[in-house]
């Protein structure tokens, strides 16, 4: 590999040729601020638009301060991170951008997750020159059902858009407007409700500031608990447990799940369940269409098309019904997780403790944006009541937890109630990528072959790359498995299969990068891809833990079916389990 | 009549275009007709003359003598008189500014002593519509020239001794940015001319594509030969209608005639030209913004390195040139480099075309010798500063300029002579100002300027001059305090230094360049109050001299709000209170008693 040596603060260092200034500055300890920047090594994700100039340092010879983020090292170049000139300019420029932006800091749902707030602390900004005369560039509020955007906060990092086209490439957000003017919005500035945006979440997930924020659903859920006449039960998925801690001050990876239960149950819940449940009863769902699809298929039914293609996660659901919707019936028809839960606990635990679906209360605690949606689609909803009564992402948790003074850290381990809490392992892996297909392989490996499985473990379905492939032996069948996290490469699949060239037989696909542990709602990560990569090792850490790692084997789903359901895919479970999937790609209409 | 066809040429310039040359030129020819004389003369629509602001303009040949201010009226007495009789029309001759002498042919033109056309070389002499008339004045036999004797690298190295710089404001090494291109071996090449002119004033590309687009259309040809290019884009905004119109027709005729397509002039050599529309956007001058406003993205501009002549239009190796750089290509392949390099000063050859506006006579388009002092062009060629007025400033390089003043009247004009004066030479705006322009509000609104320019998408340049200018904005309404004057100097120093681009590390220069030449203006408005030029409407009050005051009551009648009173011959006093300094009474009063303090 091709190296420069060059100068940095008087240190010498040799980095590979075309590493940025930046990165070799940190490889000698040396931190310099940056704000639009914003890297997942893993991911290979990268923003870097070199736009806000925070970054800039002295490089000998050169006239004008370089970006080091976007600057790349060359032999013999002499740099200086910290020079007066620098430290000056850094702080002018921190005063524009502050000059800018609205001083409410007291309720803006960023505030101490603040890259813009920790920034300005950092350069010890205590006021801003000017500001009395300053205009502030003002845009209209836009509220979709997940995502609010208040551009007004808008630092133009544009670090949404580069998810939204580049990683996402959902197209939903770009720069519009000039000058001072300048913000990111969807085309013709409409509202994102009328715009491309699955509602993954997943700028919100990386803006700096509070212009990207969740739709926070804390008042209803608290209004619920406070009503006496209301029963309210609470699901929780299985990436909240992995990275809730975080937000308390814990280690990246800590598993919390026996305190949060302990914590929900403080906050006032009647039962405190697991979506960890529903993922069990999705693998019998769609582990069984799975298999009869396969069987048919093999056996020459046309009608059988595959691959099969997993359906738990609401951001893709969206991106397929917006830009493939002549694929439609290649998903799998089985609900989400989260929405067969809501369906189960407003039919059979309802009845079980003889409270009408009215005064049933339920609750999901998930790390997604793409939920709140999803729990507002009309089909989810009986007479107008929805099984899913509100969803409320893992840091709208943390932060309604903070409010009632409950010390998570110091808490007891609490035990999810029965009947819709208990999991096996398979149910909690859900939250990682590739996790929800080897769930599936370690059923219906089980259920077709019937033969016991040996190796639990598909490791080789497991890491981070963005889209995966392998083949599982099922006693002979080699089933061609795909999988792809981040919507973009979930396009790829999908042109693969509308071109009739996809060699898979089932595909898992989740929208956000990593997986649902790297979701809309979970705690920011601040651009530090080491977070995503804990909070799967701890996903896969519970799932080793559990004394059973089969769906089927969970013994209160058996029950479900016994009492219930009768078998998978029956009559019943379809009506209760199982949706349809539509049209809804967009036609231009300019509506504000 | 027949020992020698008499032409007249009529401005086709936009600027006389618009002002009824058209019908000029109609009237001409019925003129002719209805004498019989269309056969012996020709009339010929040309490119822009350069003397703009005395529009519309002819200049009739043989003879060499220019007519200017022709309206369609005069058509019948320039084809009776001049034309049938031989006659000279004295009153639509030029009346030179300084001497008030009349002047007749180019050679006497005060405006046309000093110049030197290389740009310009066939602007206002041929018929830009003709590619004949065009190949008559020499138009593609620098290309057949290079195809035929020359290799690539005999063409980059001719261009590169010349020491032809980069006329769209850079002053980057044309040589040099070719010799980059042909080095990087790619199966596709670019070659793009930026045709994107915004700064204010400034016409000089735009009269260059109107008066000979077959200057431009060949040199790409070269540029191409010489990188070993296939493909040529011309970026123009669509706000230049006549030159899109006039381009479109060049590149028609050059296809028809093989010297642009497929195996141009025989050789194996191909190219081909296409027009990309810009919308107006200032910044996408700037070469990444015009390239990715090229390729359909938003108009905004990327780090650097990579420059475009390694990774430019579709990631392909490019060359950005500007129009009057190309312009200069063919004149330096026919003539040599070393007849360009013996003009000029040491380190910027050939000459620059100036766009001179302002507070100047002869407001108009001229290509002089770098080097030529300011002080020559503007007493010599621009006849002076209007009304006997005083010189104050010049601003050149447009909102990205910065001012020279009086000091700098003797400095020879060079790309770096300004850049040492703290302005620049940009792609040759000139905007002279007299003594009645304020140095605040006139930096005030070139920031303005750029702060509607900005793309937006680096802070220091989206906010700091918005910023800036809301700073200049509160001094010019005297509220400013002297400590506002060094926070607007940091200000300056670190939007140059931390902005994206060329636009945002300019844009500060009329601030930066204004502040240091003309301080004490600046500290007047701040400190008294005041401003010297008696420009800032906040910053003066009318007053009534007692004792000129005869009580005659007209600027009380006069004033729209009342804020004038006095008893009938006595002095009368104005209530600054009420005043909305409009100034009718000033100009109503006979005897000089109303002045502004």
Same mark, same amino acid.
């Given at each position: 590999m091709e190296t420069v040596k060059l100068t940095i603060d008087n240190k010498t260092i040799e980095v590979p040729k075309g590493t940025t200034i930046h990165k070799a500055a940190r490889e000698l300890g040396i931190e310099i601020p940056v704000l639009c920047y914003m890297r997942l090594d893993d991911l290979n994700i990268e923003n870097k638009p070199a736009g806000c100039r925070i970054c800039v340092v002295e490089v000998e010879g050169r006239r004008n301060l370089a970006p080091s983020c976007a600057t790349s090292c060359e032999e013999g170049m002499v740099v200086r991170t910290h020079t007066t000139r620098v430290l000056n300019a850094r702080r002018t420029v921190m005063e524009f951008i502050l000059s800018d932006h609205p001083k409410d800091c007291l309720v803006c749902a960023k505030s101490g997750n603040c890259d813009l707030q920790s920034l300005a602390q950092y350069l010890g900004i205590r006021e801003i020159p000017g500001e009395e005369i300053a205009e502030m560039s003002t845009y209209r509020k836009d509220t979709s059902p997940s995502i609010i955007r208040d551009l007004d906060k808008c630092i133009l990092c544009r670090r949404c858009e580069m998810m939204c086209n580049t990683v996402q490439t959902v197209g939903a957000l770009s720069a519009v407007n000039r000058g001072f003017m300048a913000t990111v919005a969807p085309a013709f500035e409409q509202n994102l409700e009328h715009s491309t945006c699955t509602y993954c979440g997943q700028c919100v997930a990386v803006c700096p500031t509070g212009a990207l924020t969740e739709v926070d659903h804390t008042a209803e859920v608290l209004r619920a608990l406070a009503d006496p006449a209301k029963t309210v039960i609470v699901q929780t998925a299985p990436a909240v447990r992995a990275a809730l801690g975080e937000l308390f001050g814990m280690k990246p990876g800590t598993l919390v799940t026996g305190k949060m239960v302990t914590a929900l149950r403080a906050l006032g819940f009647d039962y405190v369940f697991d979506t960890d449940f529903a993922a069990d009863l999705t693998i019998m769902e769609e582990g069984t269409e799975l298999l009869d699809r396969l069987q048919r298929h093999l056996s020459g039914d046309k009608s059988a098309r595959l691959p099969i293609m997993t359906s738990c996660c609401p951001g893709w659901v969206n991106f397929f019904e917006e830009y493939f919707p002549d694929l439609n019936d290649i998903p799998s028809t089985a609900k989400s997780p989260a929405q067969m839960f809501g369906s189960i606990a407003k039919t059979y635990f309802a009845d079980k403790i003889k409270v009408d679906r009215k005064d049933l209360v339920v609750v999901s605690i998930m790390p997604c944006l793409a939920k709140k949606y999803e729990c507002q689609r009309e089909e989810f909803s009986v007479n107008g009541n929805r099984d899913v009564d509100f969803s409320i992402s893992t840091r709208e948790l943390a932060a309604f937890i903070k409010q009632a003074n409950i010390d998570l850290n110091n808490l007891e381990d609490g035990e999810f109630d029965a009947p819709l809490g208990e999991s096996t392992g398979a149910g909690v892996i859900f939250g990682a990528t590739g996790g929800v297909i080897e769930a599936a392989c370690r059923t219906a490996y089980e259920l077709h072959t019937g033969k016991k499985l040996e190796r639990i473990d598909f490791t080789e379905l497991r890491g981070l790359q963005g889209v995966r492939s392998a083949t599982i032996d099922f006693d002979g069948l080699p089933l061609k498995i795909g999988i792809a996290h981040g919507l973009g490469n979930a396009r790829k699949l999908l042109d693969e299969i509308k071109s009739g060239k996809s060699q898979y037989h089932a595909i898992e696909v989740m929208a956000c990068p990593g997986g649902c542990i790297g979701g809309g709602g979970q705690p920011p990560h601040h651009g530090n891809s080491e977070i995503i990569k804990a909070r799967a090792a701890a996903i896969y850490e519970e799932d080793r833990n559990k004394p059973l790692r089969k769906s089927h084997e969970n013994p209160f789903i058996i029950k479900l079916y016994d009492e219930f359901l009768g078998k998978p895919n029956s009559e019943k479970a379809h009506h209760l389990l199982h949706t349809r999937y539509f049209d809804k790609k967009k036609k231009i209409v300019v509506k504000h | 009549m027949a020992k020698e066809r008499i032409q007249i040429m009529v401005c086709g310039g936009t600027g006389c275009t618009g002002d009824q040359g058209e019908a000029l030129l109609d009237n001409l020819k019925?003129?002719?007709? *209805? !004498?019989?004389?269309?056969?012996?003369?020709?009339?010929?629509?040309?490119?822009?003359?350069?003397l703009c602001?005395?529009?519309?303009?002819?200049?009739? =040949?043989? +003879?060499?003598?220019?007519?200017?201010?022709? @309206?369609?009226?005069?058509?019948?007495? $320039?084809?009776?008189?001049?034309?049938?009789?031989? #006659?000279? $029309?004295? @009153?639509? =001759?030029?009346? +030179?500014?300084?001497?008030? &002498?009349?002047?007749?042919?180019?050679? &006497?033109?005060?405006?046309? @002593?000093?110049?030197? #056309? $290389? *740009?310009? #070389?066939?602007?206002? $002499?041929? +018929?830009?519509?003709?590619? +004949?008339? *065009?190949?008559?004045?020499?138009?593609?036999? *620098?290309?057949?020239?290079? =195809?035929? !004797?020359?290799?690539? =690298?005999?063409v980059i190295k001719l261009i590169k001794d010349s020491g032809l710089r980069g006329r769209g404001g850079g002053g980057f090494p044309t040589g040099i940015k070719w010799e980059i291109a042909f080095n990087n071996k790619s199966d596709v090449k670019y070659v793009v001319c930026n045709a994107d002119e915004g700064d204010p004033g400034a016409f000089m590309d735009r009269s260059i594509l109107e008066g000979d687009p077959h200057a431009v259309l060949e040199a790409m040809a070269i540029c191409g030969y010489a990188i070993e290019a296939a493909k040529g884009l011309i970026y123009i905004r669509a706000e230049y209608p006549l030159a899109v119109s006039r381009l479109n027709t060049a590149i028609r005729q050059a296809r028809e005639y093989g010297l642009l397509g497929t195996n141009i002039m025989g050789s194996d050599f191909s190219f081909d030209i296409e027009i990309k529309y810009g919308a107006g956007a200032f910044v996408c001058g700037e070469e990444t913004a015009l390239i990715h406003s090229m390729e359909g993205d938003r108009g905004e501009p990327t780090v650097k390195p990579p420059f475009p002549a390694v990774s430019g239009f579709r990631e392909k190796p490019t060359i950005v040139n500007n129009v009057e750089t190309y312009a200069c290509i063919s004149p330096i392949i026919l003539k040599g480099s070393e007849w360009f390099s013996s003009i000029g000063t040491e380190k910027s050859k050939g000459t620059k075309v100036f766009a001179l506006a302002g507070k100047i006579n002869n407001v108009g388009l001229i290509e002089v010798p770098m080097g030529t002092t300011l002080r020559e062009v503007i007493n010599e060629i621009g006849g002076g500063i209007r009304n006997g007025k005083k010189f104050k400033a010049a601003q050149t390089g447009g909102p990205s300029g910065g001012c020279l003043t009086e000091k700098h009247l003797d400095t020879p004009i060079d790309f770096d002579n300004l850049i040492a004066a703290g302005s620049m030479m940009g792609s040759g705006g000139l905007i002279v100002m007299d003594e009645d322009d304020c140095m605040v509000s006139v930096a005030k609104f070139f920031l303005e300027f750029t702060v509607e320019e900005s793309c937006g998408k680096c802070s220091p340049c989206r906010i700091g001059n918005k910023r800036m200018h809301e700073l200049l904005e509160h001094i010019t309404k005297g509220k400013g305090v002297p400590a506002d004057l060094e926070r607007l100097k940091n200000m300056c120093h670190v939007i140059k230094d931390t902005s994206l681009c060329g636009l945002g590390q300019s844009s500060p220069n009329p601030v930066l360049s204004t502040l240091e030449n003309f301080r004490e203006e600046y500290e007047a408005h701040v400190t008294v109050k005041k401003c010297p030029a008696g420009k800032c409407k906040d910053l003066m009050e009318y007053f009534i001299i007692a004792a000129n005051c005869v009580g005659c009551t007209a600027c009380a009648r006069v004033c729209p709000v009342g804020a004038i009173s006095g008893e009938r011959k006595e002095p009368h006093v104005i209530n600054p209170e009420i005043c909305i300094k409009c100034g009718a009474c000033m100009e109503k009063c006979k005897f000089d008693a109303i002045i502004i303090q």
């Open positions: - | 019925l003129e002719l007709e *209805a !004498n019989a004389l269309e056969n012996s003369v020709n009339v010929v629509k040309t490119g822009c003359m350069g602001s005395m529009g519309p303009n002819i200049k009739i =040949l043989p +003879d060499n003598i220019i007519y200017t201010g022709v @309206r369609p009226d005069d058509a019948r007495e $320039i084809v009776s008189e001049h034309i049938m009789k031989g #006659r000279r $029309i004295e @009153r639509l =001759l030029f009346t +030179d500014p300084g001497s008030g &002498e009349k002047l007749a042919t180019e050679k &006497e033109l005060s405006p046309h @002593r000093k110049q030197l #056309r $290389i *740009a310009l #070389r066939n602007c206002g $002499i041929i +018929d830009p519509e003709s590619i +004949d008339d *065009a190949i008559a004045h020499d138009a593609y036999e *620098a290309l057949a020239t290079a =195809l035929t !004797n020359m290799k690539p =690298l005999d």
